[in-house]
């Protein structure tokens, strides 16, 4: 029975934690992205901006990243469709300010669609910067 518990408690975990079972898809790709002092908050707040290649599988898709700043907690952000590309990708953005500056933050790349989920996870090193 404690085996059991064990064994279902590490599968819950597993599925919570998106690293765990991340691996790099061609469906996405994070092209580039960018930290620094956020805009329009007086110098005060980190800024993350990512952008993304994403394989137009179908119209009803998510993108998003998963992102840890310096509480370790796990949290989710959307990204929103910037403009098409060549062969059947389209071009995906986030941009956002954080309350602090200084802090570390280390995101991976997500892409749902057609029931499937494909990740970017620059190769399970994750992507990392720092919000100055």
């Known amino acids: 029975m ?4 064990i064994l279902i408690t590490l599968a819950i975990f597993a599925s919570l934690t998106p690293l765990a079972s991340a691996s790099a898809a061609d ?3 994070v092209t580039d992205f960018v930290t620094g002092v956020g805009l329009g908050c007086y110098g005060r707040c980190g800024y993350l901006s990512v952008t993304f290649k994403v394989k137009n599988i179908d119209y009803d898709k998510s993108v998003s990243i ?10 989710e952000l959307a990204a929103y469709y910037s403009r098409p590309l060549e062969y059947g990708f389209e071009e995906w953005r986030i941009s956002t300010n954080f309350g602090s500056r200084g802090g570390s933050i280390e995101f991976v790349a997500k892409y749902e669609v057609d029931g499937e989920v ?13 919000l100055l």
């Open 2 to 5: 404690k085996k059991l518990v």
């Open 27 to 29: 469906e996405i790709r």
């Open 66 to 75: 998963f992102f840890k700043g310096e509480d370790g907690e796990w949290r």
């Open 118 to 130: 494909y990740w970017d996870n620059n190769f399970k090193h994750n992507f990392s910067g720092v």
